[in-house]
């Protein structure tokens, strides 16, 4: 109880970094975003597909060396040395890839359905490899237990971005109408969408020089030896990373590209829009994760580790089920996040979110390669997850839409989650008991299907008994497994 608590305590702190910025995208952002677009959904279409690349390439851009300076830097006597080598290697590759994309910026425009807007691509690369590169030094300070510095960094990024596009897309408009100097000569109204890469171009550079100090704080030493073990041991932590990034975002590609180019960026950004909704459960996950991966690590030195992890899967599961009956009881208020023209796909919500929270479980019990150094693992199971979104996706997008794309997950995070536990068994078996979850699944899950389907009064109404079916879930969850007393009692000394 004790191990699960002081989890849930740097959950919360590096919550600072992780749910603070991602709250200010959807209490302001996508509201802004989406109201904006009001009329224009292609635009919005445009902003979901290139984010959607844009995290496969950050996965490829940082080949899995976020995990792997963790695991050098616990096991070597010179953390320095592992971490300057890392940031060189990122360093190196972020470049090579910024001169690349703009000396071949025609076929890469092209091939990205982009070469009338080769300008989108230039700073979208300029984005990929400052944010890659800006990895390793956000590492470090998880590492070091900074989480403070951490999260100040991560929300200053957020809200200069918001600054930066709350300016190029409401004010400066206003402004170009009355000037007739220079300003109305360097900004163009119709630029849109375009300014809003420009706004997250120059957040990265910012979040660059607020990372200074713990770039030019280091000696720079690179030792080959040491950089070869790491990519043995992170390649495959690559691969891994990117399946698992393709099963996250692979349908916001595809869709346009099957639906057609004329429709397709209007599906695209609706189905982006309501997305955004149910990917708040992603919000806690990632905030889970960024405190889980360190802790892990150093739970594995003592003999009850394995207890350890159970009791961290119990409650990260019965936490994140209460998570996904907010999000999903009181959708009439969610639903206002994003305007009226996209509230259509807010029926992906539920799906969304459930998918996100196998994606949890899934990364409760990814550990036992990790902490044994049998990360190909990672590459067999999420390559099998990529396998499934992709068919699913080819086959029943042109009978169902984005509602294909939204069961994907959910089909992607079950077979990943399966195929861990079957190659565990032999190798690093942990006992979670999940049977002992299922009346939890179905009590959830039958309050959500009740809530879609039944015609309530009124919102009044509806807020009552949904409150009511949330309370009866977590007065369960206390009853038989002291949901409430873990996370509220005082840790024992």
């Known amino acids: 109880m004790k191990e699960v608590r002081k989890l849930a305590g740097q959950t919360l702190i590096y919550g600072l970094g992780t749910i603070i ?14 109201r904006i677009f009001y009329k224009e959904l292609g635009q919005y279409g445009i902003i979901t597909e290139l984010y959607a690349w844009m995290a496969i390439l950050l996965v490829i851009l940082t080949y899995g060396m976020e995990t792997g300076y963790f695991r050098f830097a616990q096991k070597s006597e010179d953390a320095a040395k592992v971490y300057s080598t890392t940031l060189i290697s990122l360093m190196i590759s972020s470049v090579l890839f910024l001169i690349i994309v703009n000396i071949f910026i025609e076929p890469v425009s092209s091939i990205m359905n982009y070469k009338d807007h080769q300008d989108y691509i230039r700073m979208f690369a300029g984005i990929v490899a400052i944010d890659a590169f800006n990895a390793i030094p956000f590492v470090k300070l998880r590492k070091e237990n900074r989480p403070l510095v951490f999260s100040t960094i991560k929300i200053m990024n957020v809200v200069i971005t918001i600054i930066l596009v709350v300016f190029f897309l409401k004010i400066a408009p ?6 007739t100097g220079w300003f109305h000569q360097v900004y163009d109204p119709d630029y849109k969408v375009g300014y809003v890469f420009l706004a997250n171009l120059i957040s990265s550079l910012f979040t660059l020089l607020m990372l200074l100090p713990f770039i030019l704080g280091v000696k720079l030493r690179f030792d080959p030896a040491l950089w070869y ?33 004329a429709d397709g960026l209007a599906v695209v950004g609706k189905y982006g829009a309501g997305y955004k909704i149910g990917v708040l459960m992603a919000l806690f996950i990632q905030m889970f994760r ?9 739970r594995a030195k003592h003999a009850d580790a394995k207890q350890t992890y159970s009791e961290v899967m119990k409650y990260f599961i019965l936490a994140m089920l209460v998570i996904y009956l907010v999000v999903n009881l009181y959708i009439s208020g ?9 509230r259509e796909a807010i029926i992906v919500v539920p799906v969304i979110s459930m998918a996100y929270l196998f994606y949890g479980i899934y990364i409760n ?5 990790k902490l044994n150094d049998m990360t190909i693992f990672a590459v067999y199971i999420t390559f099998a997850g990529a396998l499934v979104t992709i068919i699913v996706n080819v086959l029943f997008i042109p009978f169902y839409g984005y509602m ?21 068994e032999k190798r690093y078996k942990v006992n979670y008991n999940m049977k002992q979850y299922i009346p939890y699944f179905l009590m959830a899950t039958g309050m959500v299907i009740f809530g879609h389907y039944f015609k309530y009064p009124g919102l009044a109404s509806e807020l009552m008994i949904n409150t009511v079916f949330l309370l009866l879930f977590v007065g369960y969850a206390q009853y038989r497994d002291k949901l409430i007393t873990v996370f509220f009692s005082k840790t024992e000394k």
């Open 290 to 298: 960024f405190a889980a991966e360190p802790f892990f690590f150093e």
């Open 21 to 34: 910025p991602r709250f200010l995208n959807y209490a302001v952002m996508t509201p802004f975003y989406t």
């Open 404 to 424: 294909a794309s939204a069961w994907a997950h959910i089909a992607s995070y079950a077979t990943m989650i399966l195929l861990s536990f079957i190659f565990a």
């Open 365 to 369: 019990h990814s550990i036992w390669y």
């Open 229 to 261: 073990r790491m990519l043995a041991y992170s390649f495959p932590l690559l691969l891994a990373g990117l399946s698992g990034t393709i099963n996250d975002v692979l349908d916001k590609v595809i869709l346009r590209r099957m639906i057609g180019e």
């Open 174 to 179: 206003g402004i170009w109408e009355k000037s």
């Open 334 to 342: 969610f639903q206002y996040i994003i305007a009226s023209s996209y």
